[in-house]
């Protein structure tokens, strides 16, 4: 079974750049989420997708962070313009559905992100 | 807002040593996850806990929660050089609610 799949891998960008990121969950996963880790912390969930709906995204910077699923399968992440503080992992997750045994994440490789 | 706190942030150990991560929430969880994330990788799932002083046990690994469900513990018996890496729990306030991970304990095995 393929994994969670994320590209680019590394990304560096100037600040007040834009940057977008790509995910494609794990075939069947209708709840796909965005972390954001930055070095020595746990992963910072900015927003959770159930199917093409936003279930939360209260933690996500709106003023510069957006992201979609469209048709509930793939999603991307967009950073406009970046800061220095948004250098970070973006990891994206998926899991089978939410509550009960569905909620186990999977993770991708993650995309590491330099601002500069 | 729901805080997941995690101790120790570090932890060295000799081959063959146990080793014990905390995690303590400010608030009642409905259920709380443990995952691994080894040097350079990204994180993978080991174990949900759901019920009140539920113990589950995943070969030399032990996990625990709390009477309270605002405490659990990750415990592994006689560490092996494998068992390196980033030891994670996240914890959900509400069943269907988002995971808040805590910072995490960094493990060392020393051969």
């Known amino acids: 079974e393929a994994g969670v799949a994320q590209s680019p891998r590394y990304k560096i960008i100037e600040k007040r750049q834009s940057v977008a990121f790509w995910c494609n969950p794990i075939?069947?996963?209708?709840?796909l989420y965005w972390y954001q880790q930055i070095l020595g912390q746990g992963p910072k969930l900015l927003i959770q997708f159930q199917n093409n709906g936003v279930v939360d995204d209260s933690q996500l910077p709106k003023d510069r962070f957006s992201a979609e699923r469209l048709k509930g399968v793939d999603s991307t992440l967009k950073i406009q313009p970046a800061k220095l503080e948004d250098s970070a992992v973006y990891l994206c997750?998926?899991?089978?559905?939410?509550?009960?045994?569905?909620?186990?994440?999977?993770f991708g490789p993650g995309t590491r992100l330099t601002v500069l | 807002g729901q805080q997941v706190m995690q101790i120790p942030q570090y932890q060295h150990v000799q081959e063959g040593e146990d080793f014990t991560t905390y995690c303590n929430s400010s608030?009642?969880?409905?259920?709380i996850q443990w995952y691994k994330q080894r040097p350079g990788g990204h994180p993978v799932f080991l174990i949900q806990l759901v019920k009140s002083g539920e113990v589950k046990k995943q070969k030399r690994l032990t996990f625990q929660f709390g009477e309270a469900k605002k405490n659990s513990s990750l415990h592994i018996t006689a560490t092996q050089t494998t068992d390196v890496g980033t030891y994670f729990c996240?914890?959900?306030?509400?069943?269907?609610?988002?995971?808040?991970f805590g910072r995490g304990t960094q493990l060392t095995v020393w051969p």
């Open positions: 996240g914890g959900r306030g509400s069943t269907l609610g988002r995971l808040y």
């Open positions: 997750a998926s899991s089978l559905g939410l509550g009960g045994g569905y909620n186990e994440q999977f």
């Open positions: 608030t009642t969880l409905s259920n």
């Open positions: 075939s069947g996963h209708a709840t």
